[in-house]
């Protein structure tokens, strides 16, 4: 009886031990909490709405060389422009304009003569392959933001983790469960990730 008492008081300093190694942590509050995701969040959201505000440009200029638009979409998609890379841009997109004006003008004529049918020709096959590019770049704008929203998850994974390991280090934790899997523990972590992660340029 004396050694069963023993081994019950013995097994119950071990499990308090344990649970003051323990440590738990709310993934989803430093997710919805931390500023240094929020950033980042940002940063991707600025991202696409540059990616769509680049292709409505070129819907709207369709009729360029593959040159002309190929520098256009340079320009749309960098940052930061200086005054002459806003001034040509302002010239592609003016370019484009009068084409199209003039492209509308030489479908309504009744009978073009044979130097408006070659100009109605080269400017209807310039707007043609601008959809076209324009719905390959759409595909490509788009799988490279899949992959930046990818990467961006991992980094943050990443560096939520080392935070953790960090902290749990520091408070002399052996295990940092998540907050989905334990009904109640001691040592919450929570707000000194968030912190952590704030502090986090």
């Known amino acids: 009886m004396r050694q069963i008492l023993l081994w019950g008081i013995t097994l119950c300093a071990t499990a308090l031990t344990f649970a003051q190694n323990m440590g738990v942590v709310d993934y989803e509050r430093v997710i ?14 600025a991202l696409e709405q540059r990616y769509r505000g680049a292709l409505q440009v070129l819907q709207e200029n369709a009729i360029l060389t593959d040159e002309e638009r190929q520098e256009m979409t340079t320009l ?9 890379q806003r001034q040509r841009l302002q010239q592609l997109s003016t370019t484009s304009r ?12 009744p009978s073009p003569s044979e130097t408006e049918k070659a100009a109605l020709e080269r400017f209807t096959q310039m707007e043609v392959r601008g959809r076209e590019a ?11 933001l899949e992959q930046r929203v990818q990467q961006s998850r991992e980094d943050v994974r990443k560096v939520v983790r080392e935070v953790i390991g960090q902290i749990a280090k520091e408070k002399r934790l052996a295990v940092v469960f998540s907050a989905e899997t334990v009904l109640f523990a001691d040592n919450d972590i929570t707000d000194e990730v968030i912190k952590r992660l704030n502090e986090r340029k």
């Not at 919805?32 to 959201?45: H, I």
């Not at 324009?134 to 490279?144: H, K």
């Open 98 to 109: 009068q084409r199209s004006e003039e492209l509308q003008s030489l479908r309504q004529k």
């Open 76 to 84: 749309l998609l960098a940052d930061n422009l200086n005054d002459a």
């Open 134 to 144: 324009l719905q390959a770049l759409a595909q490509q704008l788009s799988q490279q």
């Open 32 to 45: 919805n909490e931390s500023t240094y995701v929020k950033t980042r969040l940002e940063q991707l959201q």
